[in-house]
C-alpha cells in the first residue's frame, strides 16, 4: 500500500505544472543546426578497381568556411596499411587544404578504408571514407 501511495505521488509530481517550462516556447527551434567550419569537397571516394602491390593515392580537398583560421591537429588512419598526409599550415578563411591517404593495396578484393580528421575547431574527428577493389 506504501508503495501505490508513493507511485501515485510521483505520477502526479510528474505531470503538475512545475514541469511547464521545461519545453521552448512555440516558434523557437528545438534543435539548432551547427555551420560546418569545413565544407568538404568529398567525404567518401570509390577508387573503383586499383592493380594489387601499388599504393594508391586518395585526396580528399576541403574549404574553411569559418570566419578563423583552422589547423589540422591530427590524421588517423584505420589501419597500418594507409598512411596519411594533409595540409600543416593554417588555412585561413576561404582558403582551401586537403588530406591525402595513400593505400598500399596487398591483398586481391574489396576494400573499405577511414581516416579520422580532428582539427582545431571540432574535437570530434571527422571521419572520411575510400573504397575499390584490388585486382591482382
Same mark, same amino acid.
Given at each position: 500500500?506504501?508503495?501505490?501511495?508513493?507511485?501515485? /505521488? /510521483?505520477?502526479?509530481?510528474?505531470?503538475?505544472?512545475?514541469?511547464?517550462?521545461?519545453?521552448?516556447?512555440?516558434?523557437?527551434?528545438?534543435? =539548432?543546426?551547427?555551420?560546418?567550419?569545413?565544407?568538404?569537397?568529398?567525404?567518401?571516394?570509390?577508387?573503383?578497381?586499383?592493380?594489387?602491390?601499388?599504393?594508391? /593515392?586518395? =585526396?580528399?580537398?576541403?574549404?574553411?568556411?569559418?570566419?578563423?583560421?583552422?589547423?589540422?591537429?591530427?590524421?588517423?588512419?584505420?589501419?597500418?596499411?594507409?598512411?596519411?598526409?594533409?595540409?600543416?599550415?593554417?588555412?585561413?578563411?576561404? @582558403?582551401?587544404?586537403?588530406?591525402?591517404?595513400?593505400?598500399?593495396?596487398?591483398?586481391?578484393?574489396?576494400?573499405?578504408?577511414?581516416?579520422?580528421?580532428?582539427?582545431?575547431?571540432?574535437?570530434?574527428?571527422?571521419? /572520411?571514407?575510400? @573504397?575499390?577493389?584490388?585486382?591482382?
Amino acid at each position: 500500500m506504501k508503495n501505490l501511495k508513493i507511485t501515485a /505521488l /510521483l505520477a502526479v509530481l510528474a505531470c503538475s505544472p512545475f514541469y511547464a517550462n521545461v519545453f521552448p516556447a512555440e516558434g523557437t527551434p528545438v534543435v =539548432r543546426t551547427i555551420k560546418a567550419d569545413i565544407t568538404w569537397k568529398s567525404e567518401s571516394i570509390d577508387v573503383g578497381n586499383i592493380p594489387q602491390g601499388k599504393p594508391k /593515392l586518395i =585526396r580528399f580537398e576541403f574549404t574553411n568556411t569559418s570566419k578563423k583560421p583552422i589547423v589540422i591537429e591530427n590524421v588517423a588512419p584505420s589501419c597500418g596499411c594507409t598512411t596519411a598526409d594533409y595540409t600543416k599550415t593554417p588555412i585561413l578563411p576561404g @582558403k582551401k587544404g586537403f588530406v591525402e591517404a595513400s593505400f598500399n593495396a596487398a591483398a586481391a578484393g574489396p576494400f573499405m578504408k577511414t581516416v579520422n580528421v580532428t582539427t582545431s575547431e571540432s574535437k570530434t574527428p571527422k571521419t /572520411l571514407s575510400f @573504397k575499390g577493389t584490388v585486382t591482382a
